[in-house]
Structure formats: structure tokens, C-alpha cells
């Protein structure tokens, strides 16, 4: 799992990538959570659907934000961490020029900065968002959301509503040509302790979905 140094806005971004040989191999970015409360590209979330992506065969990079890790830089609120993602983003393209297919997973703010992303970038063709922190952070920029994506929450989530994220959902599903799964893991809290089997198990649920509906997955 080679190491990448990217150079980003606010300096070098540390990164881990996973690359496919091949010309049209598909790219999946991944994006960790909260800089200030712990969050790094090594999150056992993070880290252990890097492998799924791997294992499904995706050029797959994960990276920590400025000032996180050997990451350059201070925190800067979200903006700045959006352009270490875009940055991050360009490099995986950089390395699969021919690649068709993007995605893009981020957990809690990382969710929020991924559909950011999302929004700025039309190559990317789906999103896995993993506790979307609806409750604390505004996500009315998504109009409207240009993908299909998934939505992953724990039913035991101490930091995000039940009540923020349905209304966010019931935003983003009365939009016409996309669709949006929900799911919901018993038992689960905000970083899905002791559930990754089940949200590895979703996750590629859902991949396998739509591979079966002609969307561009593998």
C-alpha cells in the first residue's frame, strides 16, 4: 500500500493509495472524519472499506486532512479540507486518466465534505455517505445531488438524529433521476463500533445492486 505525498493548497497532503493495473480500473476516494475529534485516514471505518474497494478491484486512495498526521497545514473549517479533497481527487484521476467510474465515501464530516465534492465534481458517479452529520452540519448546497448514492446510519447514533437525517433524505429522494438508499444498522453508534462486518456487508449489498441495474460498478 504505497505511501503518496500530494501537493495541496495548504502543503503536502500524506496519502495511501491502492492502484489497479489496467487502463479503465475504477477510482474510489475515501474521506475520514472530524480533523479536531480524532479523525484520520487510519479510522478503522476508513480503513477497512479502503479494503472492500481493494478487494472489488478500484484504484482506491485514502489521505488526511491538513495538519493530521504527516499532513501539512492547520484546520480550516471545511474549506480548506475540501481542497485537500479535491486535491486528493485529482491525483487518483491523475493516475486513472482512462477510469469512468468514481466514488466517493466519507464518514461523518468527511460524509459532509465528500458531498461537497460530489457537487463540484461531475466525474464522480456515486457516493457512500456513512453518518451524514445532518444534525450539525448544513447540507443544503446538494440542490440538487447529481448522483445516485447510498446512505449508511447507526440506529444508536449519539451524535446525528434520526430526525435531521430523514428530513435531509426526504430532500434529496424528491429529486427526479436520482435514487438514494437508506439503510440503518441495529445497534450501531455514530462510528459504527463493532458493525463493520454489517456495513461491509451494505456496502457491497448495495455495489452489487447496481452493477445489476447497468450502473457502472464492479
Not at 495541496?8 to 480533523?35: F, K, Q
Not at 479540507?81 to 481527487?89: F, I, K, P, Q, Y
Not at 424528491?174 to 450501531?188: F, L, M, V
Request: charged fraction near 20%; charge should be negative; aromatic fraction near 8%.
Amino acid at each position: 500500500m504505497p505511501e503518496v505525498i500530494i501537493n495541496g493548497a495548504g502543503g503536502r497532503i500524506e496519502a495511501r493509495y491502492h492502484h489497479v493495473a489496467g487502463s479503465d480500473a475504477p477510482t474510489a476516494l475515501l474521506v475520514h472524519p472530524h480533523p479536531q475529534h480524532g479523525g484520520n485516514m487510519s479510522n478503522k471505518v476508513v480503513y477497512t472499506l479502503f479494503q472492500t474497494f481493494v478487494q472489488r478491484k478500484f484504484s482506491t486512495m485514502r489521505f488526511n486532512f491538513r495538519g493530521v498526521g504527516r499532513s501539512q497545514g492547520v484546520y480550516d473549517g471545511g474549506e480548506g479540507e475540501l481542497c485537500d479533497a479535491a486535491a486528493a481527487l485529482d491525483r487518483l484521476q491523475a493516475y486513472n486518466p482512462n477510469s469512468n467510474v468514481c466514488w466517493v465515501v466519507g464518514l461523518s464530516f468527511g460524509a459532509w465534505i465528500a458531498m461537497q465534492l460530489l457537487m463540484r465534481r461531475p466525474e464522480i458517479s456515486g457516493f457512500i455517505s456513512l453518518a451524514p452529520p445532518a444534525s450539525t452540519h448544513d447540507f443544503s448546497f446538494l440542490a440538487p445531488c447529481p448522483s445516485s448514492g447510498l446512505f449508511i446510519c447507526g440506529a444508536e447514533d449519539e451524535v446525528v438524529s434520526d430526525e435531521d437525517v430523514t428530513k435531509l433524505l426526504d430532500k434529496l429522494t424528491n429529486q427526479r433521476s436520482i435514487e438514494i438508499d437508506h439503510r440503518i444498522i441495529d445497534g450501531a453508534d455514530h462510528f459504527f463500533t463493532g458493525k463493520h462486518e454489517d456495513l461491509v456487508s451494505h456496502v457491497n449489498d448495495y455495489l452489487d445492486e447496481a452493477m445489476a441495474k447497468g450502473d457502472q460498478v464492479v
